[in-house]
């Protein structure tokens, strides 16, 4: 097995960019492509908020163009996930598919997973009514019906952001109690658009036959009503939850799983960087991970630099 300059674990924006600016640099990056090709951005429709695209761009096109990119200058990606890694020692070592691989340095931009309902049509509606991102999808529906399910800070922001377009936003939450903090909750009983439906779960989302979100199953856990509430955009803001199974208990992460940086975008092991949503918990954007990317692809560089390769 012979040992790489660097392993990019990740193909959405942060993956695809470290791959271009390490590949330019000459370091033939290796890149995992994981679980969800292409990241959060394969399952979104269109992107207006990327710059340099007045027109917008489609989500899935703009993470492939990313990665031709790369692959121009030399990056290679191969399919399958991270199930171990072994960063006792240098070089570090991954296995994807059965297959150990060795690298001086690891690129980890493997993202964090929204949490999805499990609904029976939740799938098969994403980009088509069905979003867990506000930010990306918001836009798309002015002077609609919107309802947005949670209880957290994530819900309570998103519900506020969704009143500008929105003719109404409607937020469920399974409980009568709410998570959020308590200024951001203020904020959405003062915003009049919102409206509330609490003890309520959704049991499914219509209509897959039509192909986009026409309504919405509810039911009252306390009553055990039923009902079917007409909605356009059903958003999702139960929490993510961030790929790093294989690195607990070699990175530092915090308490929900998220790395914790240490300063740019290195990590506690020298040698292993992140890059994107697998650490930023806040922003979230393409346009940030992307710029997240490029970072740890510069640190990575400077580090093999350093060490002479
Ligand atoms: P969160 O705080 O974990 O809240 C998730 C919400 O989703 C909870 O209300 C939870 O209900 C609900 N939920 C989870 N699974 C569910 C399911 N299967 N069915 C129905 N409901 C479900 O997640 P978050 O809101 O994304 O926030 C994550 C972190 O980021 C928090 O620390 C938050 O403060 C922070 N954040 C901060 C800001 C800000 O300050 N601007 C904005 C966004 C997020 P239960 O309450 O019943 O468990």
Known sequence: MSTRNVIIIGSGCAGNTAAIYTARAGLN????????????????????NFPGFPEGIQGPQLVENMKQQAIRFGAE?????????????RPF?????EEWHESRTLIVASGASARWLNLPNEQKLIGHGVSS?????????KGKKIMVIGGGDSAMEEANFLTRFGEEVTIVHRREEFR????????????PKIK?????????????????????????????ETWTQDVDGFFLAIGHIPNTKPFKGQLELDEDGYIISHGGARTNIPG????????????????????????????????LEAEGH
């Open 133 to 141: 991102c506000a930010t990306c999808d918001g836009f798309f529906y």
């Open 272 to 303: 292993v960087f992140h890059a994107g949503d697998v650490e930023d918990r806040i922003y979230r954007q393409a346009i940030t991970a992307s710029g997240a990317g490029c970072k740890a692809a510069i640190e990575a560089e400077r580090f």
């Open 196 to 224: 509330w439906l609490t003890s309520t779960v959704v049991e499914d989302v219509l209509d897959v036959e039509k192909g986009y979100v026409t309504a919405a199953k509810l039911r009252n856990v306390k009553t055990g």
């Open 77 to 89: 990606y191969i399919a399958g996930r991270v199930e171990e890694a072994d960063l006792s020692k």
């Open 93 to 97: 070592r991954i296995k994807v598919e």
């Open 180 to 191: 959020a903090s308590k200024i951001m909750l203020d904020r959405c009983r003062a915003n």
């Open 29 to 48: 990056p290796l890149v995992v492509i994981g679980h969800e090709p292409g990241g959060q951005l394969s399952i979104t429709t269109e992107v207006e």
